[in-house]
């Protein structure tokens, strides 16, 4: 019985993970090649020639990212290189194996690493949720998250995107990349900090997802450090202890490496369109993109909120909850209050807010898949919990296929052709 149980587990993740992969190769493909697509396949292709054309660079030595930041208008992308890197590795194993023709070599390879960050962050929720609960609703749950978005209230914001706010970003590549590192150094953190007879390798481990994940994309440590420091403090105080204090000091120094990454990036990202000038002017920003902002967070946050009240009405409050909850408050926080002056509408706080929201909801569908429980009231929960994570990916769904249909990630959703 356990063996069949098995064997339906494994054959359910094959068919999600090819199913995922398939819908993401072919939406990239859509997306990079259909002329209507061309203002929300530019991130990817700005990218990607700003990294070719810092290969070019490389002859002025020593200079060649000084040279590079005064002359390339995108220039700080390169304090960030691990997708760069990566679809350069895949269009070489393409162009080597001649797998693609050469006139399509960079969309094939922006596709397929796309698709890959995306199928390795499925596998990681999947395999974060099979420590708890092994069933094919694991899997279920898993692949709910990756096109999960805010509920739609038909008509109170201007746009989906940025009118709420999505754990699931299609068009922003670096995005893509530090996706999956979010979610394993968070899981990773919310694993030390409630266990001081942690090992030095748990530190070590910890320390090093970290300051990979600033490699990917600055958003992460931004939005999520500032939370883990509320999290040591506020544990601290109410504790007091010489051990405590030594705990979160060891954690304190598992984030120093990524502190000497921020200051490597901060000079090289110091000019450029998304570069320095950061200013504090609380609600600037959110308040440009909808003066509903309020509704906006609580449709966002609505299936994590919900479940996470459940779990503090079961007592069931741990400390992936509890550092979630200092994540999304840092991320949300930090978009609020601040803005880099050289662009404040490009939004660029609003990344560890959907990296937050990531979070949110893979620990809430964790939570989720272990409330089902013999006393009514707990079955009721799980039953509108599912009903609203069905919800918030029916319409994150619909965003996808919106885009998909008509190249546009800024717009009020459309109804599959059925209008706003």
Known sequence: MLENKQKRTQVAMVIASLLLGVIVFRFYIVLLTADYAALTADDFKNHVETALDFLNYTKYGSRAIEVFKEENRYSHIIAYPVWHIAVLVVSFLFRMLRIVDENALVVYSIATTNTLLLLITFWIIVHYYRKSNKSVWGIIVALCMMFCGPLDNFGLFDRYYLGAYTANIWHNPTYLAVKPLAIACFLCYAELVSDREAQNKQYVKASLLLGISALCKPSFYQAFIPGLVGYCIFHFLIKRKKDVFLHYLKIALTCVPVGIIAIVQSKIAVTGEGGAGLSFWPFYVIGHFTENWRAAVLLSLAFPMFIYLV????????????????????????????????????????????????????????ELLNLWDKSWIWKISAILGYLLLCTHTFFGIVYLQNIWKYGMFLDKLNYFGLGS
């Open 311 to 366: 779990c503090v009405l079961r007592k069931k409050w741990n400390s992936e909850i509890e550092t979630a909850c200092w994540m999304i408050a840092s991320a949300f926080g930090m978009y609020i209050a601040f803005y880099f002056d050289v662009n404040p509408f490009a939004a660029d706080f609003s990344w560890g807010v959907g990296l937050a929201l990531n979070i949110g909801f893979v620990v809430a569908g964790k």
